[in-house]
């Protein structure tokens, strides 16, 4: 999932491989280098999983929905900066908003919001990739706030790997078929 989002970050221009790879423009390092990235943000949620609350299957889908639509969105309106950082931060509101662990979940969102983008400032000083906007030091703005989207997701990841399934979702009655 992350690699294709990357993929989309090339086809529009929001990212740049100076040595650029046989996948249309992504270094062969990506692959890689996200699987590395996604075990250290569910090692980074670990921690948080004990205080956010269990979720059903279609929930944690729906994580990884919201994210994937993030990560579409910030290649296809990557160069609107202003109005692509204020429309991730209202969606990151409103998913926290309805949630009864908001807190914790806010906490680690930012956490991994700050983790993620330091990461990325360090990545991107070495040479190895380029944002077409660089607002902070070399990354856009609104990278945080992508991070942060993917927090609910990584939470639900540590738990299953925890040991913690998704609950089961209620017996259909029947009706809502």
């Given at each position: 999932?992350?690699?294709?989002?990357?993929?989309?970050?090339?086809?529009?221009?929001?990212?740049?491989y100076?040595s650029?790879?046989?996948?249309?423009?992504?270094?062969?390092?990506?692959?890689?280098?996200?699987?590395?990235?996604?075990?250290?943000?569910?090692?980074?949620?670990?921690?948080?999983?004990?205080?956010?609350?269990?979720?059903?299957?279609?929930?944690i889908?729906?994580?990884?929905?919201?994210?994937?639509?993030?990560?579409?969105?910030?290649?296809?309106?990557?160069?609107?900066?202003?109005g692509l950082?204020?429309?991730?931060?209202?969606?990151w509101?409103?998913?926290?908003?309805s949630?009864?662990?908001?807190?914790?979940?806010?906490?680690?969102?930012?956490?991994?919001?700050?983790?993620?983008?330091?990461?990325?400032i360090?990545?991107?000083?070495?040479?190895?990739?380029?944002?077409?906007?660089?607002?902070?030091?070399?990354?856009?703005?609104?990278?945080?706030?992508?991070?942060?989207?993917?927090a609910?997701?990584?939470?639900?990841?540590?738990?299953?790997?925890?040991?913690?399934?998704?609950?089961?979702?209620?017996?259909?009655?029947?009706?809502?078929?």
């Open positions: 999932m992350l690699t294709v989002g990357d993929l989309l970050h090339v086809r529009y221009g929001v990212i740049a100076p650029s790879g046989p996948l249309f423009g992504q270094a062969w390092w990506v692959a890689p280098g996200f699987a590395i990235a996604v075990v250290a943000m569910v090692v980074a949620a670990w921690p948080f999983a004990e205080f956010i609350a269990r979720q059903r299957r279609k929930d889908l729906r994580d990884a929905a919201w994210f994937f639509a993030s990560y579409a969105g910030t290649a296809v309106a990557g160069a609107k900066v202003v950082t204020a429309l991730l931060f209202g969606l509101m409103y998913r926290l908003g949630r009864p662990d908001r807190r914790p979940l806010a906490v680690f969102s930012v956490v991994l919001g700050l983790g993620g983008t330091v990461a990325e360090a990545l991107h000083a070495t040479g190895l990739c380029r944002y077409s906007q660089r607002q902070l030091w070399n990354v856009p703005v609104w990278l945080p706030l992508l991070y942060m989207m993917g609910p997701l990584a939470v639900g990841v540590a738990r299953w790997v925890r040991g913690e399934p998704p609950l089961e979702e209620p017996p259909s009655s029947g009706w809502d078929a």
